[in-house]
């Protein structure tokens, strides 16, 4: 069974930097291809970020371009996404997620989620 922890939300001041991190367990890791979604109050859940199995193509949402950066560790087992400059508009739970195969950027296709952390940028 795969597990999927995150961590590293927390509260930020606008213009600020976090790294969420996930740890993964319970498959091979680089069979898995990882994604990050975040979820705002009221609102649906959005791609943010998925990176290929063994890092060589990475993908963002027009929103996070230029600011965040998606990254792996297959010896970890752990993904990460920088987040630089954020903004009140990144505020949400974001999730980490996890697919066999192909990368993707349609939240339905992962089969595996973390728990979720917030993320709260103060303005």
């Known amino acids: 069974q795969v597990q999927l922890v995150e961590s590293g939300g927390g509260l930020v001041q606008a213009g600020g930097s976090l790294r969420l991190s996930c740890a993964a367990s319970?498959?091979?890791?680089?069979?898995?291809?990882m994604g990050w979604f975040r979820q705002a109050p009221g609102k649906e859940r959005d791609f943010v970020a998925a990176?290929?199995?063994?890092?060589?193509?990475?993908y963002y949402a027009d929103a996070v371009k230029g600011r965040f950066t998606i990254s792996r560790d297959n010896v970890k087992n752990t993904v990460y996404l920088q987040m630089n400059g954020l903004e009140p508009e990144d505020t949400a739970v974001y999730y980490c997620?996890?697919?066999?195969?192909?990368?993707?950027?349609?939240?339905?296709?992962?089969?595996?989620w973390g728990q979720g952390t917030q993320v709260t940028v103060a303005s």
């Open positions: 990176i290929s199995r063994f890092g060589g193509g990475t």
């Open positions: 997620a996890a697919k066999s195969g192909t990368t993707s950027i349609t939240s339905y296709e992962y089969e595996y």
């Open positions: 319970g498959l091979t890791f680089s069979s898995l291809a």
